[in-house]
């Protein structure tokens, strides 16, 4: 059972490209959360979902930002016209329920 | 709402020192209490759980305790070596939410 995988690991971009960024939850897991941690800072929560549905969306910013979690394939968090700003670790965790979490290794966005 | 602070912020101490790292929460209705370690830029490992109902983990060296009612938990790192050094997570997961709320961080250096 592999653990959560996220791709790419490293993604740079320039400033009003899109990112998207990708997570794999492991195997049986339903429930999938994104985080941020904005350098010499900690982890921020963004958003929680289950399959198909956004259950928690608050630590979300209300422009530019999306993210999904489909019936089939990996969840995406999808960042629209990036700024300098959105550079950050972009961490997905995953978990069958309320018990342990499991995180990825993350993804280093770089806006240039 | 759920607040979790972490004492000390960082931490120094030479190889072979027993150690202590502090968690401290506000709302004493969690669900459960999860130690991680992040590497730096690297993702976040798990290293202990522990459930509502449990008053403390082991895992080799490692070993934390929760007291729900004083809303307090303790990492203690039993002959600490230079690979522990990393920022060590304290992550509570509450009875009201379904996120993860992230301590700030304690940054542990043992020096050889």
């Known amino acids: 059972n592999a653990g959560v995988m996220q791709n790419p690991r490293h993604l740079v971009r320039r400033r009003g490209q899109e990112a998207r960024l990708r997570c794999s939850p492991m195997?049986?897991?339903?429930?999938v959360y994104w985080y941020r941690q904005l350098p010499e800072e900690g982890l921020k929560f963004m958003v929680y979902l289950q399959k198909e549905n956004i259950i928690d969306e608050s630590g979300m910013p209300k422009e530019r930002f999306s993210a999904e979690f489909p019936k089939e394939g990996p969840s995406i968090l999808r960042i629209q016209q990036v700024v300098r700003g959105d550079s950050a670790a972009y961490f997905c965790?995953?978990?069958?329920?309320?018990?342990?979490?499991?995180f990825g290794q993350g993804t280093r966005l770089t806006v240039v | 709402k759920q607040e979790v602070t972490q004492i000390p912020a960082a931490l120094s101490v030479p190889e072979g020192e027993n150690l202590v790292l502090n968690c401290s929460f506000t709302?004493?209705?969690?669900?459960?209490l999860q130690w991680f370690r992040q590497d730096p830029g690297k993702g976040l490992t798990s290293l202990l759980l522990i459930q509502s109902s449990q008053r403390e983990q082991t895992s080799g060296r490692l070993n934390a305790s929760l007291d729900k009612s004083s809303g307090r938990s303790t990492l203690y790192i039993a002959a600490s070596q230079p690979g522990d050094s990393a920022t060590y997570l304290c992550v509570i997961r509450d009875n009201y939410g379904q996120n993860f709320v992230f301590g700030p961080g304690t940054r542990l250096s043992v020096l050889p």
């Open positions: 965790a995953s978990s069958p329920g309320q018990v342990e979490a499991f």
């Open positions: 709302d004493s209705a969690i669900y459960n």
């Open positions: 195997k049986g897991h339903s429930h």
